[in-house]
């Protein structure tokens, strides 16, 4: 049922983003979109000329809303800790837990999808997924260089390796979790990640002899 207090193009951008989560950019199609937001299909193109401009607004739509909860998670790590460690680690068991409190696990992420599929895309929505991917890559990066210039590693590592793990333990805890059905597989992936970052830096505690 569509909300009245929603504006027409919030409202078919949030069904869009529902159903090709759920089934995929090509399972979804103008017409159940249309019924889901009771509006006219010259009503849909009004906003939308065609599904390609509809997948560069979702995928932008998505990464804006993310940014939003990675800022809150750090700047809330940060008010919390000034040491650049244990900020990054409260952030990442606060980003933990905003996806363990979702009631039924998260529900997948529009840059995987449209990576699954990017021949259904032009250039310009394929260029605005990999911006995505390497923002967050960027946003991770300088996290963990503020970390590397007080604790020094305790392994040889990249720091872009280290900080594209963030995205490759995220989108695998998500398949997983919906494959296996059980949505704390995500979270506990998290602060897996968080453990092994932990490791790494952390110094080793030697204890003295008696």
């Known amino acids: 049922m569509a909300n009245l207090d929603v504006p027409k193009k919030q409202q078919i951008l949030e069904a869009a983003q529902a159903a090709i989560l759920a089934k995929g950019f090509s399972a979804t199609s103008i017409d159940e979109l249309i019924a889901e937001v009771g509006i006219s299909k010259s009503g849909f193109f009004y906003h939308f000329r065609d599904k390609t401009i509809l997948a560069r607004a979702l995928l932008e739509r998505y990464i804006e809303q993310d940014d939003v909860v990675f ?12 040491d650049p460690l244990h900020s990054f680690l ?38 605005i997924n990999a911006k995505a991917v390497l923002s967050w890559r960027t946003r991770f990066r300088k996290r963990i260089e503020r970390i590397a210039e007080r604790y020094e590693p305790r392994i040889n590592i990249d720091l872009d390796d280290l900080a594209d793990m963030f995205s490759v333990v995220g989108d695998g805890g998500i398949i997983l979790s919906r494959v296996v059905g059980d949505k704390s597989l995500l979270p506990r992936q998290l602060l897996l990640y968080r453990d092994f970052v932990r490791l790494i830096f952390e110094p080793v505690q030697v204890s003295e002899k008696p």
């Open 71 to 82: 800022d809150r998670a750090f700047d809330e790590a940060d008010e919390l800790s000034e």
């Open 90 to 127: 409260i952030a990442l068991k606060l980003l933990a837990k905003v996806f363990d409190d979702m009631p039924n696990g998260h529900p997948g992420c529009m840059v995987a999808c449209i990576c699954y599929h990017e021949q259904l895309f032009d250039q310009e929505v394929r260029n």
